[in-house]
């Protein structure tokens, strides 16, 4: 998991930009309402939301990789989009 974190981090963060400026917002305001209001259930809802940031990446990590891999940090590998842009 770690290796493949590495391995991904460039997409990672973009998508983790995504997430923060897009759905954090939205989600806050749903939630927000309906919960207690303690560091303990803000905490593990915030948990919550990061490991669901996290697992909807991994499908993005996936296409991107596969199908733009010089986009996100591989030049050397050939995809079905783009050639290989360094030797």
Known sequence: MILWTGRNT???????GIFHHFINE???????PYIEH??????LVSALATIGSI????PIVYVLDKLLP??????K????????LVD
Do not use: C, N, R, W
Not at 55 to 58: A, G, I, P
Not at 70 to 75: A, L, R, S
Not at 77 to 84: H, V
């Open 38 to 43: 303690t560091d303990l259930v803000i905490s």
């Open 10 to 16: 460039v997409i990672l963060i973009g998508t983790a």
């Open 70 to 75: 010089q986009v996100v940090g591989k030049p």
């Open 55 to 58: 697992l909807s990446s991994v």
């Open 77 to 84: 590998i050939s995809g079905p989009f783009i050639p290989q």
């Open 26 to 32: 939205s989600y806050t305001k749903l939630i927000y």
